[in-house]
């Protein structure tokens, strides 16, 4: 059987370095994983698999003899050099949201739509974050009683803004505690790494994930908006999101407000879809305090969904919370399974 050669582009990143973890334990059969960064990283060296691997930098030549590569650098780098590891033969899966709405580039959660990976042409998209988990909770619940809307506000983690954020978070809340005040906190990266104005995230609520954009929603939110319609493949969906951040590390949490289509739905049917899905976990049962809890979801692949309630008003209507590890479905897992996924349907090419 054929073994791949796997590249990791942004392997020094908190995304890449999950995507590390995430191959050791793969069942994709491989051949050479390749470690690529920046310049600076050039020569460090990373274990996989109890075996010694030097980061390399990233140039268009990187991907001679590539068959699969995970990008997770940003959207700038994956803008150019993508198209240079497809031009080898790899086959891309690109974590940033540069080509995600790209309607050449399928966008994919496993769970929901593998078979739009049939139509790829060399670059898969994985979702954003906040959309992938998301999509998990509420598609087993969309197959049998529709979707009419769904509004979402997110409690997110700073890990998803990369490692200087994990930094920035830890070196202000000491900070703090140890008297400085508020206002004299450091604050270089959060909410926004590219805009103007920062501001402490450590015993803080930041309601800006990236920058604005149209009619005064972030571009997070419109991602949440538009990846929702383009994965349930219904543009009729009304979807609308706020999504926040707050001083947790890892994990994502959702409060998800949804009316479904069809009659017939209750609590009980929706409990038990949900216990059902693959990838999804049922953790509801108030008599014993069980909901869904950022911490316990570090490490673990699967979306956790509990606090599912009927609206008190809107018949059709239910509310859900929503907690995935950021960085595994969010990110690094979701990846590696698309390229499980590609292997087990025969399409990477090589
Ligand atoms: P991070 O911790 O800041 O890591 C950035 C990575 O990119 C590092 O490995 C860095 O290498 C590398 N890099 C930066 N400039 C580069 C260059 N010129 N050439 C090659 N490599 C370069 O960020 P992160 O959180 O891992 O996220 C990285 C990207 O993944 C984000 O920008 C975002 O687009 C995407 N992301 C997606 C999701 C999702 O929801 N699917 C979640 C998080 C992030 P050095 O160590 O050498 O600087
Ligand atoms: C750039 O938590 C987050 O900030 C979301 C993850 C993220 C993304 C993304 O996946 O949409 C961080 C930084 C991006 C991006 O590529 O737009």
Same mark, same amino acid.
């Given at each position: ?27 994709l059969?491989?051949n ?55 031009k ?13 709405m ?47 809307r769904v509004? #979402?506000?997110t409690?997110?983690?700073?890990? $998803? =803004?990369?490692?200087?954020? +994990?930094? @920035? *978070?830890?070196t202000? &809340? ?7 005040p ?7 990266i ?14 803080n609520?930041?309601p ?17 908006v ?26 994502h949490?959702?409060? #998800? ?6 009659? $017939? =739905?209750?609590?009980?049917? +929706?409990? @038990? *879809?949900?216990?059902? &899905? ?19 979801s ?13 609206d ?14 950021n960085?595994?479905k ?21």
């Amino acid at each position: 059987m054929k073994k791949y050669n796997v590249a990791v582009v942004g392997a020094t990143g908190a995304v890449g370095t999950k995507m590390i973890e995430m191959l050791e334990a793969t069942t994709l059969p491989l051949n050479q994983v390749k470690l690529l960064a920046s310049k600076r990283s050039a020569g460090k060296e990373l274990t996989f698999k109890q075996q010694t691997l030097t980061i390399e930098e990233l140039v268009p030549e990187s991907f001679e003899d590539v068959d699969i590569a995970l990008f997770s650098a940003g959207g700038s780098i994956s803008a150019k050099f993508a198209p240079e590891a497809v031009k080898r033969g790899a086959v891309v899966i690109d974590n940033t949201s540069h080509f995600r709405m790209d309607p050449n580039v399928p966008l994919v959660v496993p769970e929901v739509n593998p078979h739009a990976l049939k139509q790829h042409q060399g670059i898969i998209a994985n979702p954003n974050c906040s959309t992938i988990q998301m999509m998990v909770a509420l598609e087993p619940i969309r197959k049998v009683y529709g979707l009419e809307r769904v509004l #979402v506000s997110t409690y997110q983690a700073v890990s $998803g =803004a990369g490692i200087k954020a +994990i930094e @920035e *978070l830890k070196t202000q &809340a000491t900070a703090y505690i140890n008297g400085t005040p508020a206002e004299e906190l450091q604050a270089d990266i959060l909410p926004c790494g590219s805009d103007e104005k920062h501001f402490p995230i450590a015993f803080n609520a930041l309601p800006q994930i990236d920058v604005f954009s149209k009619d005064d929603y972030t571009y997070e939110e419109w991602k949440m908006v538009n990846e929702t319609k383009k994965i349930m493949e219904d543009d009729s969906i009304k979807v609308s999101a706020t999504c926040v951040r707050i001083p947790v590390l890892s994990g994502h949490s959702e409060s #998800v407000y949804i009316e479904v289509k069809e009659a $017939g =739905a209750d609590v009980a049917k +929706i409990k @038990e *879809l949900i216990a059902a &899905a693959s990838g999804a976990v049922l953790q509801d049962d108030p008599s014993q305090q069980l909901y869904p809890q950022a911490l316990n979801s570090i490490g673990r692949k699967e979306t956790f969904v509990g606090r599912i309630r009927q609206d008190l008003d809107i018949t059709n209507g239910y509310h859900l919370w929503v907690v995935s590890d950021n960085l595994l479905k969010g990110a690094a897992w979701n990846s590696v399974q698309i390229a499980e996924t590609l292997h087990d349907m025969d399409l990477v090419r090589v």
